[in-house]
């Protein structure tokens, strides 16, 4: 009897999965100049994925984070109170957590501390909403 692992996947599966399809989304929406300078794009094909050919290197979506491991742990019992805690809970992690979703895409735009805060500051809503 053979047996199939299960679970979850390495974190080094995860970000590679997570960075292909963020870089297919970018090459769809035609920035593919932020997207070679990780990894070539090739323009004989209108599918993105086909686009992509394979990365120079390794790209990190977005950097371990202890301090957003931390903050998702005290904010998780929120979600036990009744009526208000899930939306409570949810507002509060995207509060926190939507700026970091964006890392790469501003990492690859090579925007300053002050241009992302400005970038996070513009978009704030969104992430909560």
């Known amino acids: 009897?053979?047996?199939?692992?299960?679970?979850?996947?390495?974190?080094?599966?995860?970000?590679g999965t997570i960075t292909d399809e963020t870089n297919q989304v970018l090459v769809f929406h035609g920035y593919e100049d932020l997207v070679e300078?990780?990894?070539?794009?090739?323009?004989s094909s209108d599918n993105p994925i086909a686009r992509l050919e394979k990365p120079h290197h390794s790209s990190v979506y977005a950097?371990?984070?202890?301090?957003?491991?931390?903050?998702?742990?005290?904010?998780?019992?929120?979600?036990?109170v009744p009526w208000v805690g899930v939306p409570l809970f949810?507002?509060?992690?995207g509060y926190r957590a939507?700026?970091?979703?964006?890392?790469?895409?501003?990492?690859?735009?090579?925007?300053s501390?002050?241009?992302?805060?400005?970038?996070?500051?513009?978009?704030?809503?969104?992430y909560t909403s």
């Open 37 to 43: 300078t990780t990894r070539p794009v090739n323009n």
């Open 90 to 93: 949810l507002w509060l992690t």
């Open 1 to 15: 009897m053979s047996s199939m692992p299960y679970g979850p996947l390495p974190l080094s599966v995860q970000q």
């Open 98 to 111: 939507g700026p970091f979703q964006h890392w790469r895409y501003f990492n690859l735009r090579e925007l």
């Open 113 to 126: 501390k002050e241009q992302r805060k400005a970038e996070i500051k513009s978009r704030q809503l969104q």
């Open 63 to 80: 950097p371990f984070s202890l301090r957003q491991i931390v903050e998702f742990i005290i904010l998780l019992p929120l979600s036990f």
